[in-house]
């Protein structure tokens, strides 16, 4: 099992906390394009934690963070594809928000970013609670 600093690993997930109750305000303001990037921010600073205890905590791209989450859990067969899926979409969709003029944001599309961020954030705070469990 690889060796982590706890201390890390709850700070990202306190950030992911944190984005996912600003994504919760935003929603009921009817912000949906940053109901959509705190989100994906819910689910990154997630998957930082879980990379963490996988020994994989020095990706500092986004793009590395989806890719190497899928490696070490899903391709391990830890976790579920959706989980890698939903980062991915989450990550596409917060690049859109924030940068394409052109962009809809719907209530639906937030609503649903905000149930992955939700199931996304359970999942990664499992592998943490395993990996704190086997240190």
């Given amino acids: 099992m690889a060796e982590f600093e706890l201390e890390e690993v709850q700070t990202y997930l ?3 906390e944190e984005k996912l109750i600003v994504a919760r305000d935003l929603l009921g303001l009817a912000h949906y394009r940053d109901v959509v990037a705190k989100a994906y921010y819910t689910m990154f600073y997630a998957a930082k934690a879980a990379l963490l205890t996988a020994g994989a905590g020095g990706v500092r791209r986004h793009t590395g963070v989806v890719s190497f989450f899928a490696e070490h859990f899903v391709k391990t067969g830890k976790i579920d594809r959706r989980y890698s899926a ?3 979409r989450a990550l596409n969709d ?3 928000a924030d940068y394409q003029v052109e962009f809809q944001a719907t209530e639906e599309l ?3 970013s905000m149930a992955d961020a939700e199931a996304f954030l359970a999942k990664a705070q499992e592998i943490v609670a395993e990996a704190v469990e086997s240190e």
């Fill in 14 to 16: 306190k950030l992911a």
């Fill in 86 to 88: 939903s980062l991915a």
């Fill in 94 to 96: 917060r690049i859109a």
């Fill in 110 to 112: 937030a609503r649903q």
